[in-house]
């Protein structure tokens, strides 16, 4: 069996994420070759063939460019399987791949059972398994669910290239917005999620939060909703914390919040539903409604 | 210029799910049905920009299912489509992501759209692949994830949402196609005489054995509930009670309390 592994390169760096496809590959077996866009004085730690093009020249963010690159390399090596990690370039470029391909897809691998392919669905909430029908596949694997792998070494470069000739510009990059709050060096976060009901109940959450003397935090879909800042959204797109206490008021816990927070020493959290994923990440599961329950727990602490 | 917007139908995501009688799918008994949250920012824009055209714009809604799918389509009318059509399947939940793509860019291919928005993923199956193979099979530039959206003659302006925080300024020709994820825009509520209008407008009904012409690349063989990994401790029952268990709970890891 052979596999391609997709490396991922941003603003000068080879992102850290690319060693799990090592720990992906290391599960599924047989030999690996790497294909990267990125910068030859970056190299991934890696004794195999790495088949590299120039981001400089093929752009950090080009999917036709990228898959042209890709297709001209799956010819050569002729792999079983073509990996890539599900991330803002993974999903993207993937689907396109398996398309012109025309392979399966399999999207957001989070284990291997018995030769099938685990993925979430239903929120995360649920799980199904999965085979692909053909005998090639892409396939995507979820960030932190594969151990990073750093095989060492250096690789054997194979240098790649071709023109440009999509009608698809990428212009930039746009920083992340300013942190005026650094929940990163909170000991203590009550994070807020769409369980609080509504814009005005988000002070109900800061109450316990500073009767704790923590920060507020939030998930995404109060940070959309404009409840709360984008500067205190943990997860993903936001910050990733490391408190000694993260207390979770109505947040599911889908994937992309719980890999913001799944460092935390402790994390309380509070759901009416206890098959909400954060059950899973939690050490304490509350089930209850957030209005009733966090109300009553900051009157008791601040007696 | 000819604007088409595609809905799944999902259910809530607070519902409990039991596989149903396949094994490899849930029960649909029982459960709430609603627009998927990703198409409801994918039909926002796409009345947005359909109002800043104005006349000589169409805004056509596609969603695949069954009947039960037309009060998703409904909804979408209320918010602003022009006009709707649905491809009728009662086994839809057995289609991987590549045959919904086929038979949305086979009903598409003929009908010269400019620009194809979608959600990014649906939160039922979550496979984040029917937009992006649409526009492959169409032959559409396509950028996913979108959280920005401006249109001026012929470019699409778009902010993808990065890893971070970041985002990446992409522009694209039309024709053209964007994944839509959450935080895009605020989706509008219908309003009553919305709603009213609506229900003139046209929905057509077509069979989904017109537009089928692949088979399924992946296969799914069970449905599941994941094994808990944790050992964490799950409290219920009266507040007062729970609030002087967790109390002590804080207490005893002596993290915050005396």
Redesign the interface.
């Known amino acids: 069996m052979k596999t391609i592994l997709i490396g991922e390169y941003r603003e000068g760096k080879m992102l850290d994420a690319t060693y799990e496809l090592f720990g992906f590959a290391r599960q599924l077996g047989g030999e690996t070759v790497m294909f990267l866009v990125g910068d030859e004085t970056v190299l991934p730690a890696y004794d195999g063939t790495l088949y590299l093009a120039e981001a400089v020249q093929c752009g950090e963010y080009n999917p036709e460019l990228h898959k042209k690159l890709l297709l001209e390399t799956v010819q050569k090596e002729n792999p079983d399987n073509i990996v890539f990690i599900h991330s803002s370039y993974g999903w993207d470029l993937a689907p396109r791949v398996a398309a012109a391909l025309k392979v399966a897809q399999v999207s957001e691998i989070v284990d291997i059972i018995d030769g099938g392919f685990e993925v979430g669905c239903c929120n995360a909430k649920m799980r199904r398994t999965v085979t692909p029908a053909t005998s090639r596949a892409v396939l995507t694997i979820q960030t932190g669910a594969f151990p990073a792998v750093q095989p060492g070494g250096t690789p054997a470069v194979i240098k790649i290239s071709s023109d440009s000739d999509g009608s698809l510009t990428f212009v930039g990059y746009e920083p992340a917005d300013k942190k005026d709050v650094d929940l990163a060096k909170a000991d203590i976060i009550v994070s807020a999620g769409r369980g609080v009901g509504k814009k005005d109940n988000i002070a109900i959450i800061q109450a316990l939060a500073t009767a704790l003397g923590g920060e507020l935090g939030a998930s995404r879909p109060v940070v959309d909703a404009g409840w709360v800042p984008h500067n205190q959204q943990v997860g993903t797109t936001g910050q990733t914390v490391s408190p000694k206490l993260y207390i979770a008021c109505g947040i599911s816990g889908a994937i992309q919040h719980v890999a913001g927070m799944k460092k935390a020493d402790f994390t309380l959290a509070i759901n009416k539903d206890r098959d909400a994923p954060i059950g899973e990440f939690a050490d304490v599961l509350v089930i209850a409604d957030v209005m009733q329950f966090v109300p009553a727990l900051t009157a008791k602490i601040a007696q | 210029m000819k604007l088409l917007v595609c809905v799944k139908q999902v259910?809530d995501?607070?519902s409990?799910?039991k596989p149903d009688a396949s094994g490899?799918w849930?029960n649909e008994a029982d459960l709430a049905f609603r627009m998927n949250e990703y198409d409801e920012y994918a039909v926002e824009q796409a009345v947005r920009l359909r109002e800043e055209l104005g006349e000589g714009t169409l805004l056509t809604v596609l969603s695949i299912g069954p009947d039960r799918v037309v009060e998703t389509i409904k909804k979408a009318l209320a918010m602003g489509c022009d006009n709707a059509v649905h491809i009728q399947d009662t086994t839809v939940s057995a289609k991987d992501?590549?045959q919904i793509?086929s038979i949305i860019a086979t009903y598409a291919q003929d009908k010269q759209f400019d620009l194809i928005f979608t959600g990014?993923?649906s939160?039922?199956?979550?496979?984040?692949?029917v937009g992006?193979?649409v526009a492959?099979?169409l032959k559409f530039?396509?950028?996913?994830?979108i959280v920005g959206f401006a249109y001026d003659s012929c470019t699409v302006?778009t902010?993808?949402?990065?890893?971070?925080?970041?985002?990446?300024?992409?522009?694209?020709?039309t024709p053209?196609l964007v994944t839509c994820q959450?935080?895009l825009n605020?989706p509008r509520y219908p309003t009553l005489p919305n709603i009213m209008k609506a229900k003139k407008k046209e929905i057509v009904a077509i069979q989904v054995t017109d537009f089928m012409t692949t088979?399924?690349?992946?296969?799914?063989?069970?449905?599941?509930?994941?094994m808990?990994?944790?050992g964490?401790?799950?409290?219920?029952g009266d507040?007062?009670e729970?609030?002087?268990k967790?109390?002590a709970?804080?207490k005893e890891?002596s993290?915050?309390?005396r």
């Open positions: 259910p995501m607070e409990r799910f490899v849930y992501p590549w793509a990014m993923q939160q039922d199956r979550g496979s984040a692949q992006v193979t492959e099979l530039s396509c950028t996913t994830t302006t902010k993808r949402e990065i890893e971070g925080g970041i985002k990446g300024v992409v522009t694209l020709k053209a959450l935080g605020i088979e399924s690349r992946v296969t799914t063989t069970h449905f599941h509930s994941p808990k990994k944790s964490g401790i799950v409290l219920e507040v007062g729970l609030v002087d967790v109390r709970i804080l890891k993290l915050v309390l």
